[in-house]
């Protein structure tokens, strides 16, 4: 049986579970070994909040945004941090669970001290901050004395464990909202009501938002033996069984996301396209559903949205 076909069935089960969450951590930690902050990912988010700040100065004019708000920012608050380091004065994350702790920020701050002693973040973050470097290196110091939310005070972190629906920011509050491969994890019956909230709280005339979605079937980057374009092959009722509530994917492709920004009258003034590659699409029996649409837009395999508001 197909390694993506034994990952599916355990996180089947586990979603099933009470702790399901937890579980899955462990099953990721210890068998597919999917939880370690590695360099390929630490670099690659960082890029994202490379990205984001850089949408940020170029569609507003200004330097830096002062308050910033990430929707799903996961085990390790590397956008976060790279907003800090960069002088952001208001750093919010929101998810319904609470998925980092003191050990995985830890983590996330040793690697931002190795880059710095490798001499890499300022090809990432310009505008770095020498005192907030300064005040993060210490904190690694300091960290067996702190507790996590004297840690999260020091980085202008305020995580908001709430459902992104339903937020308790005010309007017209937020400079810059921003996330990273996480609408893909979403329902669009859910996802509408989050855009729509998005619009609400990023301020009208000097807020953007910047997100970033990864489209591609998330069991290839586990399994080799299948293409990022596997799961179009599935009807909608076959992705159901295969899907699970720990890390879903919607199997939305480019043109269901533009839609669905036309269809809440939200803007995509910018986007960036990783055009994927047609040839590998066209050797997965696609299901109609997919098969009946243009190939070069089935195919995008990633995207980056910029709305100016
Ligand atoms: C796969 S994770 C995001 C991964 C992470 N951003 C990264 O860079 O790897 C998707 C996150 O979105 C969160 N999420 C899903 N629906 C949500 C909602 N309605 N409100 C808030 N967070 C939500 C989930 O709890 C999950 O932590």
Redesign the pocket.
């Known amino acids: 049986m197909k390694k993506w076909i034994q990952k599916a069935i355990v996180q089947k089960i586990v979603s099933y579970l009470p702790f399901g969450r937890q579980i899955n951590y462990l099953f990721q930690k210890y068998v597919t070994k999917g939880v370690y902050l590695t360099d390929t990912?630490f670099y690659d988010?960082l890029n994202h909040a490379t990205q984001h700040l850089a949408a940020y100065h170029r569609f507003t004019g200004n330097p830096m945004p002062n308050s910033c708000l990430e929707?799903?920012?996961?085990w390790y608050p590397i956008?976060p941090i790279a907003f800090f380091l960069s002088g952001v004065q208001s750093i919010y994350s929101?998810?319904?669970?609470f998925?980092t702790s003191k050990k995985r920020i830890a983590t996330t701050l040793a690697m931002f001290a190795q880059a710095h002693r490798q001499q890499r973040l300022p090809n990432y973050l310009p505008n770095l901050q020498p005192q907030r470097l300064q005040l993060l290196l210490n904190l690694i110091d300091q960290l067996p004395t702190l507790t996590l939310p004297d840690i999260l005070n020091q980085l202008h972190l305020h995580y908001l464990i709430?459902?992104?629906?339903h937020l308790s920011l005010p309007d017209n509050s937020v400079d810059l909202v921003n996330?990273?491969?996480?609408f893909e994890?979403?329902y669009p019956q859910?996802l509408e009501p989050?855009l729509l909230e998005f619009k609400r709280v990023v301020k009208k005339n000097t807020g953007i938002m910047s997100h970033f979605i990864d489209m591609s079937d998330h069991f290839a980057h586990f399994d080799s033996s299948i293409t990022i374009y596997n799961f179009l092959q599935f009807s909608d009722q076959q992705w159901q069984w295969i899907d699970n509530t720990i890390?879903p994917q919607n199997r939305l492709r480019l043109a269901d996301y533009q839609q669905l920004y036309n269809h809440i009258n939200l803007p995509i003034t910018h986007q960036n396209l990783w055009h994927g590659d047609v040839a590998q699409l066209t050797m997965v029996p696609l299901h109609p559903h997919f098969a009946n649409q243009n190939p070069d837009m089935v195919a995008v395999s990633h995207c980056h949205f910029i709305s100016v508001m």
């Open positions: 990912y988010r929707l799903g920012t996961g956008v929101v998810d319904i669970a998925l709430e459902d992104a629906r996330s990273n491969n996480t994890h979403i859910l989050i890390q």
